[in-house]
């Protein structure tokens, strides 16, 4: 499947900012929201493309590959669950450094499109040396 | 309060973050060393030159990589790019210490590396470092 990198960066900034707010807030259901939406992603849907797509109406210049931005969604889901978990056993490091690194995370993805989910793969593959194919 | 400092400190972070890693991105490194062979690329090396470039399934710059490298060697005769996955030959990527894909080596005609780069690197460094590659095979 491919994707507008466009999308992929408009959404990547609502998340920047409903993690930014999760922090400023403590607000642990916003944070369950982000986590649903991350799961969405990782099944390919985006609710947010109908939104991008009356914004932006010009083509893209190029698509790219759907399956190193749902792998990040997944990276992203991981965090935001561990994030979850911090909130609601009142483990405030746990909580706002998990939530942190997700906002650190999707800053980067929608200022600069560095995609630092995608590049865990390879490290995270490293580190697994009995999973080998 | 506290909230709203870590947050910003995490968005500060992360701008500086962007910022180093689109001056390094794909920046070609003299951090040559280790003789490739044949069996080790799993491919024929190039004449005069070869581009080594580790991909992943989930990387995002490595299409453009690979147009990239296509294009330089469609340029430059004698010269080869060979495409590794990384994830089937981890043994190879932690003997060379690769931990981000793309990472492209630039090898002369007798498989030593010569240059190094992280990212998708820019046609006219690549160019520059396979010119020094060459050159490395003659003399």
Known sequence: MQVDPRALRFSAAITTSVLALVLVTGNVWLLGAQALLFALGVAGVSP???????LVKSPPKELEDAAPPRFAQAVG???TVVGIVGYVVQVTPLAVGATAVALFAAFLNAA?????????YLIIRRLTPAATR | MEGLLVALATLAAATVFGFAWRLRQGRMADRGGPVLTADDIGAELGERATLVQFSTAFCQPCRATRRVLAEVTAMVPGVRHVEIDAESRLELVRELGVLRTPTVLVLDAAGTIVRRAAGLPGKADVIAALGLAVRNGRS
């Open chain 1, 48 to 54: 947010f493309r109908p939104v991008f797509q009356r």
């Open chain 1, 77 to 79: 889901l991981v965090f």
């Open chain 1, 112 to 120: 600069f499109g560095f995609c630092l989910g995608c590049e865990m």
